[in-house]
């Protein structure tokens, strides 16, 4: 179902709902920023300021048990390795643009708005993109750099959807994600059958490349990634020769939420709960889900 005709509809709970709740969690500006609400915030049009709801421990407890494999300890500033590298969760550069946020965002920068895990379908409110913002030198310590070769060995191959239509993808095994993205495809293979024009074939997985028209390593780079059917999909890049009137496209979706449920369950974030949409897009993200989920 196209979502166009309720999205005049949607678009209210998406406003209420979809601010950046979760905050950087040094900001020196906390305590005035916890006055604001979320009404005020979307009143006041300014979609690069923060809330308050992730203290720094809650930001330290998703990171540590998102990514058992590699980091061995977050101390005040630092996420700490397990060779030992640390990196700075906040650049201290202050607020940044939402430009700025995209192309260079720091750890805490990656947590500033709350993914909406396990709700309803919603429109998302204006540059609200949970999770797409990756900070580019904690990725790449976690799963290697493609361009340099060294995410390959750790990718193993996962048969999608072994009893509808089997395809194999290849995923990282780092972390558990090749295992988690087995534990999507078994409950998707369980799935009725009107839903298999949405998982098959698959659009893509590991694919060492740069986000379409930017500079950034793209989430399918780490492996980590997987594009389900193209036919059935909505991209805000596709959708702007087809509307040029707004900067970005008016949101689209096919995609039925049974898919993105189990997904999320499973760790993996959906493209389709951001304002600049990729509906065929999945990316393993468990730091941006509360682990009790
Ligand atoms: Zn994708």
């Known amino acids: 179902m196209e979502f166009e005709a309720i999205a005049a509809v949607n678009d209210t709970i998406g406003r209420v709902r979809g601010g950046p709740l979760l905050?950087?969690?040094?900001?020196?500006?906390?305590?005035?920023?916890?006055?604001?609400?979320?009404?005020?915030?979307?009143?006041?049009?300014?979609?690069?300021?923060?809330?308050?709801?992730?203290?720094?421990?809650?930001?330290?407890?998703?990171?540590?048990?998102?990514?058992?494999?590699?980091?061995?300890?977050?101390?005040?500033?630092?996420?700490?390795?397990?060779?030992?590298?640390?990196?700075?969760?906040?650049?201290?550069?202050?607020?940044?643009?939402?430009?700025?946020?995209?192309?260079?965002?720091?750890?805490?920068?990656?947590?500033?708005?709350?993914?909406?895990?396990?709700?309803?379908?919603?429109?998302?409110?204006?540059?609200?993109?949970?999770?797409?913002?990756?900070?580019?030198?904690?990725?790449?310590?976690?799963?290697?750099?493609?361009?340099?070769?060294?995410?390959?060995?750790?990718?193993?191959?996962?048969?999608?959807?072994?009893?509808?239509?089997?395809?194999?993808?290849?995923?990282?095994?780092?972390n558990g994600v090749a295992e988690k993205l087995r534990g999507v495809s078994a409950e998707l293979d369980a799935l009725p059958s009107r839903f298999d024009r949405f998982l098959t074939p698959i659009a893509g997985s590991y694919v060492c490349r740069a986000i379409a028209g930017t500079s950034t390593p793209s989430a399918h780079g780490y492996g980590i990634a997987i594009d389900i059917a193209l036919s059935q999909s909505n991209y805000w890049r596709w959708d702007q020769r087809r509307d040029r009137r707004h900067r970005v496209p008016q949101y689209r979706n096919a995609i039925p939420i049974e898919i993105v449920a189990i997904f999320e369950k499973h760790g993996f974030i959906w493209g389709g709960r951001w304002s600049h949409y990729d509906t065929m897009h999945f990316e393993y993200r468990p730091e941006l889900i509360e682990p009790s989920r």
């Not at 048990?65 to 590699?70: E, G, I, L, Q, R």
């Not at 204006?126 to 900070?135: M, V």
């Open 23 to 174: 905050a950087r969690a040094f900001t020196r500006h906390v305590a005035a920023l916890m006055a604001l609400t979320a009404s005020t915030f979307f009143a006041s049009g300014t979609p690069h300021s923060y809330a308050q709801s992730l203290s720094g421990d809650a930001l330290a407890r998703r990171l540590k048990s998102a990514y058992p494999d590699d980091i061995s300890a977050v101390e005040g500033n630092a996420v700490i390795f397990k060779d030992g590298t640390r990196l700075a969760i906040d650049d201290g550069g202050g607020e940044k643009s939402f430009d700025a946020w995209l192309a260079r965002p720091d750890i805490a920068d990656m947590f500033r708005f709350t993914y909406p895990a396990g709700e309803a379908l919603t429109v998302p409110a204006s540059d609200f993109d949970p999770g797409r913002a990756r900070n580019t030198a904690f990725f790449e310590k976690i799963y290697g750099n493609c361009r340099t070769g060294d995410v390959r060995p750790d990718l193993v191959s996962v048969v999608w959807l072994k009893t509808k239509a089997p395809q194999r993808v290849l995923m990282s095994a780092r």
